[in-house]
């Protein structure tokens, strides 16, 4: 991820560079060229949805997107076909620009650009080198397409040269492994980016030789690229059937051990049976809209849950395991240990609506499971931070009472200003008491930019306290929370549904009261190294220990030992025994390069943490945050003086979530007054839309990659961007309170030219 940048000028040039790095630091979005490619509301012909540009009166036709996913599950292992395709209705020559989520662990390996019955498959490069092989390759008129990590959950397409009328689409395959929790098995899709907040920029004067310097320090350097547009629910488009930004899924299970249940948390599902341990998966309403995350959980028959498994895959000559072992259950015993437990509870714009009501229903669950021998206290953020009592004090009736007040009065508003907060909540009045648990409950939907920030402070400010993340809402910051929960010794817990909150708390309980396996140690036999993550962590009540790591010889044993509930607790594992798998290699350097990255907290300099992530990414032929995979067509397409325009795709509003909350009552206000044509003009549109032919795989042939899995229908929806950019003051969760914040309102967009 991005380092925090500091950029020095001279107070003579302070004033106009200082406004100009204010607005690169809010600016979400470029302004448009005046009348590059739009239109007026007089010249709506066809089927396309026009959206308000920059230029009063001028609109502009938005390029369709949709998405295929297709899984193909091993036991633990996870392979992933995302399809992404875009269609552009006008008449001009386009470059879509898309930010999309994926797992946070996810290993992207592969990339293909899909025209008709040709491709183009895509190769590894060092990232600026795949920039300039892209922007050089755009430049001529070649088709061009290029995948870039911005976080290790979110990512950006670049697809330059489609032509007028044109559909493309781009293959992206990667990696991943299926989580187990409680003996259920489970894997989570995200489908949308929420907006993040950025903490603004740090300015001040410093000397030099020179005269006064004015110093800039950004603690989210990348602020544009993680901030992509998004559609407002009132202009979402209806396309083909009503349909909004479609996606669908197409699954193939395989469990190896006979399966007692298929469920989905987040969507309905269709399950045929192949036989015991095998299923295939699909969405019973077909497609769906990219506005929350997917889920999908199978739970093996009890007297067929392993106790053990351990898989391989051998690559250039060594094999890569991967361990997954479950310890097995216990209670606690003799007397309950006393807890001072501090909840921290987010009540910043993004937690609006539906979200804040969950956290809300959480945290007061929680607080009816003190003891009154434990102690506690609340702090609560937005933007601005409050602490319900100045220290932690006993879980008393009388002030249980008072916390339940204070809890059921919050409101959701302003900033994300998580910082300040996670610090005040880690400060120990009594690091010495080794007799008390100290526990840390973070509840919110990690809607941040500034992660690193964030990691650093637990890194430092840990000590005996215990950090559980509970991630709140349709399409919570996944990597954010599972990232603090691992470096805070504590676990991650997911609540989406506010109906469900009594039974998804009781996940958070369970850790928070029953025995943790400590002192978690893995001795490996001989050529056997580099196992992660490294150090292992703290497990709590129904959690795996689940490991990778590399071996040059399939022999000896893997020892896993620690301390559960005060015994000595060990389970062996065979190499030989190792059951063959794919893709466990690429598992293995995905999680290398996570610990590589942690070791910056730890004290390893940024060029021994570059040179680390690099190697790996280019020997696992791995998009990260220093490589990126690019796909160039060597024959040019678009003709020579058509000029190439920009567009940039919008992103729907997270379920459940309220634009006004988020963007600020003004922005709503201007969304809705300057974005939106006329109802015959959307009428027009959409009726048009409706009665458009869907592409099918006559008419959109794509080949077959190499795990042999045909790729769906192709569907149509349009979707917005090009948004006008508003300079608003005030609060929201974007902005900070009296901070200048330029929003893209409506659908957000950006247009730009390339000759």
């Known amino acids: 991820m991005e380092q925090m940048s500091t950029l020095t000028m001279t107070a003579s040039r302070a004033r106009p560079a200082l406004a100009g790095a204010l607005m690169a630091a809010t600016c979400l979005v470029p302004a448009a060229y005046a009348q590059d490619g739009t239109v007026s509301k007089n010249d709506v012909s066809g089927g396309s949805l026009l959206l308000q540009s920059a230029t009063p009166g001028r609109y502009v036709e938005a390029p369709l997107v949709a998405a295929d996913v297709k899984m193909e599950i091993a036991g633990p292992v996870i392979r992933t076909t995302l399809t992404q395709r875009f269609t552009n209705p006008t008449d001009k020559w386009v470059e879509g620009v898309y930010a999309f989520p994926l797992p946070e662990d996810a290993a992207v390996d592969t990339l293909r650009i899909v025209i008709g019955d040709r491709f183009i498959e895509g190769d590894i490069k060092e990232r600026q080198e795949a920039r300039i092989i892209y922007e050089e390759a755009a430049a001529n008129g070649q088709?061009?397409?290029?995948?870039?990590?911005?976080?290790?959950?979110?990512?950006?397409?670049?697809?330059?040269?489609?032509?007028?009328?044109?559909?493309?689409?781009?293959?992206?395959?990667?990696?991943?492994?299926?989580?187990?929790?409680?003996?259920?098995?489970?894997?989570r899709f995200p489908l949308v980016i929420a907006p993040r907040y950025s903490p603004k920029p740090e300015y001040g004067l410093v000397a030099s030789r020179d005269g006064p310097m004015v110093s800039v320090t950004d603690p989210v350097p990348d602020r544009a690229r993680i901030t992509p547009p998004v559609l407002h629910p009132a202009h979402e488009p209806k396309g083909v059937e009503g349909l909004r930004l479609?996606?669908?899924?197409?699954?193939?299970?395989?469990?190896?051990?006979?399966?007692?249940?298929?469920?989905?948390?987040?969507?309905?599902?269709?399950?045929?049976?192949?036989?015991?341990?095998?299923?295939?998966?699909?969405?019973?309403?077909?497609?769906?809209?990219?506005?929350?995350?997917?889920?999908?959980?199978?739970?093996?028959?009890?007297?067929?849950?392993?106790?053990?498994?351990?898989?391989?895959?051998?690559?250039?000559?060594?094999?890569?395991?991967?361990?997954?072992?479950?310890?097995?259950?216990?209670?606690?015993?003799?007397?309950?240990?006393?807890?001072?437990?501090?909840?921290?509870?987010?009540?910043?714009?993004?937690?609006?609506?539906?979200?804040?009501?969950?956290?809300?229903?959480?945290?007061?669950?929680?607080?009816?499971?003190?003891?009154?021998?434990?102690?506690?206290?609340?702090?609560?953020?937005?933007?601005?931070?409050?602490?319900?009592?100045?220290?932690?004090?006993?879980?008393?009736?009388?002030?249980?009472?008072?916390?339940?007040?204070?809890?059921?009065?919050?409101?959701?508003?302003?900033?994300?200003?998580?910082?300040?907060?996670?610090?005040?909540?880690?400060?120990?009045?009594?690091?010495?008491?080794?007799?008390?648990?100290?526990?840390?409950?973070?509840?919110?939907?990690?809607?941040?930019?500034?992660?690193?920030?964030?990691?650093?402070?637990?890194?430092?400010?840990?000590?005996?306290?215990?950090?559980?993340?509970?991630?709140?809402?349709?399409?919570?910051?996944?990597?954010?929370?599972?990232?603090?929960?691992?470096?805070?010794?504590?676990?991650?817990?997911?609540?989406?549904?506010?109906?469900?909150?009594?039974?998804?708390?009781?996940?958070?309980?369970?850790?928070?009261?029953?025995?943790?396996?400590?002192?978690?140690?893995?001795?490996?036999?001989?050529?056997?190294?580099?196992?992660?993550?490294?150090?292992?962590?703290?497990?709590?009540?129904?959690e795996p220990v689940l490991l990778v790591l590399k071996a040059s010889a399939l022999s000896g044993d893997l020892v896993l030992s620690g301390m559960l509930n005060g015994q000595k607790w060990t389970s062996t594992l065979s190499l030989a025994q190792a059951g063959k798998s794919t893709g466990i290699a690429q598992l293995w350097a995905r999680a290398k390069i996570a610990g590589i990255e942690e070791t910056r907290f730890a004290g390893a300099s940024p060029e021994q943490v570059d040179a680390g992530v690099l190697k790996t990414a280019l020997d696992f032929h791995l998009v990260s945050r220093l490589t990126s995979l690019v796909a160039i067509d060597k024959t040019p397409a678009r003709p020579v003086g058509e000029r190439l325009t920009t567009r940039e795709i919008a992103s729907m509003l997270p379920?459940?979530?309220?634009?006004?909350?988020?963007?600020?009552?003004?922005?709503?206000?201007?969304?809705?007054?300057?974005?939106?044509?006329?109802?015959?003009?959307?009428?027009?549109?959409?009726?048009r839309a409706a009665q458009a032919k869907p592409a099918t795989d006559e008419t959109l042939r794509l080949p077959q990659g190499s795990t042999g899995w045909e790729l769906m229908l192709a569907f149509g929806l349009t979707v917005m961007l090009f948004g006008a950019a508003l300079l608003r003051r005030g609060r929201s969760a974007i902005g900070l309170r009296g901070q200048a914040l330029t929003a893209s309102v409506g659908p957000m967009g950006s247009t730009s030219a390339r000759e």
């Open 655 to 687: 379920k459940g979530w309220d634009f006004g909350a988020v963007f600020g009552p003004e922005a709503e206000a201007r969304a809705l007054k300057l974005d939106r044509l006329p109802e015959a003009v959307m009428q027009h549109i959409n009726g």
């Open 143 to 187: 088709r061009a397409g290029l995948v870039e990590e911005e976080r290790p959950n979110l990512f950006t397409t670049s697809l330059a040269n489609i032509g007028p009328g044109e559909t493309v689409a781009i293959q992206i395959e990667y990696q991943d492994k299926a989580r187990l929790d409680n003996g259920v098995w489970s894997t």
């Open 246 to 542: 479609p996606v669908n899924f197409n699954i193939s299970l395989e469990a190896g051990v006979p399966l007692a249940d298929i469920s989905s948390q987040s969507h309905a599902l269709v399950v045929t049976r192949v036989d015991g341990d095998t299923a295939h998966i699909s969405l019973k309403d077909g497609e769906v809209p990219a506005d929350r995350d997917f889920v999908l959980s199978w739970k093996p028959e009890a007297t067929a849950a392993p106790t053990a498994g351990l898989f391989r895959e051998t690559r250039n000559g060594e094999d890569h395991l991967l361990a997954v072992v479950n310890p097995p259950a216990m209670k606690v015993e003799g007397q309950r240990r006393d807890r001072e437990t501090i909840f921290v509870i987010d009540n910043s714009g993004s937690m609006s609506g539906e979200s804040m009501d969950q956290a809300k229903a959480g945290l007061l669950l929680a607080l009816d499971r003190l003891a009154p021998s434990d102690e506690f206290n609340i702090i609560r953020f937005d933007d601005t931070m409050d602490m319900l009592f100045t220290s932690a004090v006993a879980a008393s009736e009388q002030n249980i009472a008072r916390a339940k007040r204070f809890v059921s009065s919050l409101e959701a508003n302003g900033g994300t200003e998580m910082l300040p907060a996670l610090k005040a909540a880690l400060v120990d009045g009594d690091k010495t008491n080794t007799g008390e648990v100290r526990q840390v409950v973070f509840i919110t939907d990690g809607a941040i930019g500034n992660e690193d920030e964030l990691f650093s402070a637990i890194h430092d400010g840990l000590g005996r306290s215990r950090l559980f993340t509970v991630g709140i809402g349709s399409a919570p910051n996944a990597y954010f929370m599972t990232r603090a929960a691992r470096q805070g010794r504590g676990t991650f817990t997911y609540m989406d549904d506010v109906s469900q909150v009594t039974a998804q708390s009781a996940k958070l309980f369970a850790a928070l009261e029953n025995p943790v396996m400590t002192d978690l140690v893995a001795v490996l036999p001989a050529g056997a190294s580099e196992v992660f993550p490294s150090p292992l962590p703290d497990l709590y009540s129904g």
